[in-house]
DNA sequence: TTCACTATATATAAACC
DNA sequence: TGGTTTATATATAGTGA
């Protein structure tokens, strides 16, 4: 498109790649702008360039939420959000969001020449690996509070009441059913 | 960009619009890949049709993740994406998760004529909110379970074992320093 | 929807500032 | 990097199948 055809394959002069970057980002913001209006669709398009700058355009949103808050869609609106955010499409969208976040030197510094496809996929879990770490915190807090209550039971029948036993296993059976600990898996639905 | 010139509006016939699109969506995919190999970048691109259909295009990953987890990474390169994840970025990926996932004839069917610019924004607090509840219930279980503590000790000293008074408040005063439970805002950083 | 066919509008490579 | 300019390559509107 321009005084001489180029193959499409990484231009190598560091500068001329950061300016045809530059061009082409315009263009395909452009792009993206226009289709949006002509044709009445949506695009959310974020692009790095290879030194980490980030452009972004994300058209306009023309739902219902205007001035509500999401909370207010009905809960038919909101249960796809919920399994998508069960179902690991959250950690697909948490790798855009690492796209976005990592300063590029950080990563390129790592990245040598390793070219890889749908290396995303690997983080499916991440975003379940976070809410389990935050659940662990609380239910390691659990355990050691049961077990201090089981201490302080204990003790009492035991009439010794500074003596706690952390090391041992507290028996599932001795917790009240109220209190036992959910499954690790973050459950997004629960006490809407 | 071909026979005629076009304004950049609305393309009010509908199969107008529709093939537009499609060869649009064609080219501005063609323009990311493009920008992706010439410029080293890396992007991320979603587009939805006015009927609802989605396209996407996410350059391949040229980071050192390949083949590892993401859980493998240094805690330096994992802060950004945890503070990102605090202060509400996450949010608005989920707004687009949101766009991803939700019938577009459900949101279209409310949608009517409202335009707004930057609705997005008030989605914000939606992944805190989730955690929050999360949060919440675990809250409310260590909660219960330091009033069954405080109840077995209090009888214990009072003799009589099956007198629970839940309803009252628990001083923080007598909860062990390593109980206290933590702030509201799911901590992300802890625990690794 | 998608395919093909052009004529034309746009994007952009190369060059220089 | 960001603006020019200009020649050329591409994208695509309009059309018909």
């Known amino acids: 498109m321009g005084r001489g055809k180029i193959e499409i394959k990484r231009i190598e002069n560091s500068t001329n790649r950061q300016v045809t970057y530059s061009k082409r ?15 009445d669709a949506e695009v959310s398009l974020v692009v790095f360039s290879s030194t980490g ?33 069960q179902n690991g499409l959250a950690s697909y969208i948490v790798y855009n969001a690492y796209k976005k976040v990592v ?7 790592n990245a040598a020449n390793k070219q890889t496809t749908h ?49 041992r296993e507290y028996p599932s059976s001795h917790i009240p059913f109220g209190f036992r600990l959910q499954p690790m898996q973050p459950n997004l639905h629960d006490d809407k």
């Open 53 to 85: 700058k980030m452009s972004e355009y994300c058209s306009p949103s023309t739902t219902h939420l205007k001035g509500e808050d999401i909370t207010s869609l009905h809960h038919k609106e909101l249960m796809p959000i919920e399994e998508a955010l």
């Open 119 to 167: 290396a995303h996929y690997r983080h499916e879990n991440y975003v379940e690996r976070l809410l389990e770490e935050e659940n662990k915190r609380l239910s390691y807090i659990l355990h050691q509070q049961q077990l201090e209550m089981d201490g302080n039971v204990r003790e009492m029948e035991n009439g010794s009441a500074y003596n706690h036993d952390k090391g």
């Open 103 to 109: 300063p590029k030197e950080i990563v390129r510094a």
């Open 25 to 39: 980002r315009n263009g395909i913001m452009k792009k993206a702008k226009e289709i949006t209006v002509l044709c």
